[in-house]
Every structure is written in structure tokens, then in C-alpha cells.
């Protein structure tokens, strides 16, 4: 039952792609702007290059989490196609796990799609082990957001829901590094910058790129916001269902 649902959810993916298309094309086109139009010295040219692939896939990948899983959720509740599936075999818990694999099956499609533009485009070159450990970091890293989608589903209001979605997705791009160099930010910046989830997610990746190894501080950050998020989520869904 699982996997037929799963399957029915990709289907449904690909027949209506605009998020899918517009979650990797917008940072995918930012990076080959900024990566063309800056003048940089040649000896600095492939560490930005490799910075801001790392930037812009982290970008995408919270374009998944903050917009479209939260607005999937409160749309398939909304029309009542939620309690629909409830009536069949499935479980709750499966119908989330299936929705988090969906999302998790587009964080590849959007690793692997800027992984190759930045390799052919403007020759990034990392071990093979390095490609793949490093992307496989943003896949785990990026699945933490999740659950800022699933707080942001109890809102229960799509409208709404897509503007705070919005407003997260780009002020943690621009606070978290995402958009221009933390080292280009004024202290009180870098100060914020440094406890945003969007940083710790790219760092966390950059440094493995870059042969630093792992930074487990950051993975931990990731980590406690995960749980905040979720905790906070549950708890709200909860009162709800007291309510109810």
C-alpha cells in the first residue's frame, strides 16, 4: 500500500511540476548569474564557484521544505483528500513517511541537477567521494527543515502558510549566507548569521568539500532545530485535536 501510494505521489509530481521546476530552476539561474557576472581573481574563482553551489543547492532544498511540503499538507487537508486516505489502509504515520520521501526524492533531483551544472559549467572538482559524501550531508542535512514545513502545516491555511513560508525561505537565505558571503556582512550580521539553520546547512557540506572534514557543530545545530521544530508542531497539533 505504501509503495503504491508513493508511486502515485511521483506520478503526480512530475504531471504537476511547477514547484519541482521552480525549486531548482531559480537557484540553479542564480547561480550561473553570480558565478558569470562577478570579476574575481583567478585564484579565488573556484573556491566562490564551489561556495556558492553549495549555497544556492541549500537554497533549493529549503524552497522544498518551507514552501511546498507545508502547502502540500495543508491543501490535501483542506479538500478533505487527507481524510480520504485515512479511510483506506493507510496509516497516518505512512502518509507522512510517503510525503517526506517525495521531498526527499527532489532534494536528489535538485544535488545532483546544480552538482553537474557547477562541474561542466565552471569546472568544480572534488573526489568522487567528496561529491557524493557532501551532497549526501545537504540530503540528510535539508530532511531537518522538514519539520519547520510540518509546523508551519498546522496553520491550516494555504494563503497564509505560503506567506510566512516565503517570508522564512528568503530571510534565511539572505541572514544565512545563502545569497552574499557571511564574510562580507557587517559583526552584528554574521552574529545572526551564525545561528541560522540555513547556514549551518551549507556549512556543513562546504567544509566537507573543501577536505576540512565533517563539522559536527553544525550537524548538531541541524539536529536541536529539527527537534524544536517538530516538538513545537506536535504540540500545536495536539491542542488541536483537544480542541477538536
Known sequence: ??????????????????????????????????????????????????????????????????????????????????????????????YYSVKIFKMMFQFILSITLIFVVAYIVNGVTMTLFEWIFSGFILWLGASSFLTVGILLAQINEIQKASSIGNILYLGLAVLGGLWFPVSQFPSWMRKIAYVTPTYHLKQVAYEFGNGV????????????YSILFLAMGLIIQNRKDVDV
Open 213 to 224: 572534514g565533517l563539522n559536527y557543530l553544525s550537524f548538531l545545530v541541524l539536529i536541536i
Open 1 to 94: 500500500m505504501v509503495a503504491k501510494y508513493f508511486l502515485i505521489e511521483l506520478r503526480l509530481l512530475f504531471r504537476k511540476k511547477v514547484y519541482l521546476v521552480l525549486s531548482i530552476l531559480i537557484p540553479l539561474c542564480f547561480y550561473l548569474l553570480f558565478t558569470s557576472i562577478l570579476d574575481l581573481p583567478k585564484d579565488a574563482e573556484q573556491l566562490f564557484y564551489k561556495e556558492y553551489m553549495y549555497s544556492m543547492t541549500a537554497f533549493s532544498l529549503s524552497s522544498f521544505c518551507l514552501i511546498q511540503f507545508p502547502i502540500d499538507l495543508i491543501n490535501e487537508k483542506t479538500t478533505g483528500w487527507y481524510k480520504n486516505l485515512m479511510r483506506t489502509p493507510l496509516h497516518a504515520y505512512q
